[in-house]
């Protein structure tokens, strides 16, 4: 019997921000989890042909957001890999490494909807636990993808009611953009290496 939880965060972290780190520490917290890994995207499979900036500026910013939080590791697995970064092949290589743990996949409520595009789901549904970061209005939406997906889902796709976070990656990039500051938004380590780096700028 598996005792052990393993939480994991994936995204494209463009960049990482406070409200994917307080929600990481509210689910480890809440979950009791052993620690959470964060994977940082290749390119992500929903944002093909989106610019973002490159690979190994998001993977140290977001070492540089985890580093004060000993329960935080970043993984630069799909980075390695390169290509489209799937969800499926990094929880098998995830599982390979961690046998003994159970494995939790973390996602925002407003991604559950489209988990039946994703790649190889239905298998990827019973290597690992969905947990569903709450959005207001989520719940029902939930309630008929967990339908879509037969009973398996209903233990397998879990809405956790996290603190709400009004913060986005996308509206942070174009903050800076505008020369507006991004205090309150990002670890200063994060905001300090946007500035020396020149992101998001142009």
């Given at each position: 019997?598996?005792?052990?939880?393993?939480?994991?965060?994936?995204?494209?972290?463009?960049?990482?921000?406070?409200?994917?780190?307080?929600?990481?520490?509210?689910?480890?917290?809440?979950?009791?989890?052993?620690?959470?890994?964060?994977?940082?995207?290749?390119?992500?499979?929903?944002?093909?042909?989106?610019?973002?900036?490159?690979?190994?500026?998001?993977?140290?910013?977001?070492?540089?957001?985890?580093?004060?939080?000993?329960?935080?590791?970043?993984?630069?697995?799909?980075?390695?890999?390169?290509?489209?970064?799937?969800?499926?092949?990094?929880?098998?290589?995830?599982k390979a490494r961690y046998p003994?743990?159970?494995?939790?996949?973390?996602?925002?409520?407003?991604?559950v909807p489209m988990l039946n595009t994703w790649h190889r789901i239905r298998e990827l549904?019973?290597?690992?636990?969905f947990i569903a970061a709450d959005r207001p209005g989520y719940g029902q939406t939930i309630d008929k993808v967990c339908e879509f997906f037969g009973e398996p889902a209903k233990n397998k796709i879990i809405l956790l009611d996290t603190p709400e976070v009004d913060i986005s990656s996308t509206g942070i990039r174009e903050r800076v953009r505008r020369g507006l500051s991004i205090k309150g938004l990002v670890p200063e380590s994060v905001e300090k290496y946007i500035l020396e780096e020149h992101l998001y700028q142009s």
């Open positions: 019997m598996k005792s052990k939880k393993l939480g994991i965060m994936g995204g494209t972290f463009d960049p990482v921000h406070l409200g994917h780190l307080q929600t990481a520490k509210f689910i480890y917290e809440h979950l009791g989890l052993e620690k959470i890994i964060f994977v940082p995207a290749f390119i992500a499979p929903h944002k093909v042909g989106l610019e973002f900036a490159p690979a190994a500026d998001r993977y140290r910013m977001t070492e540089l957001a985890t580093k004060p939080y000993p329960y935080f590791e970043v993984t630069d697995i799909e980075l390695q890999r390169s290509g489209v970064s799937y969800t499926y092949d990094t929880v098998m290589e995830l003994e743990y159970e494995l939790y996949f973390i996602i925002g409520a407003d991604a549904l019973a290597e690992v636990t």
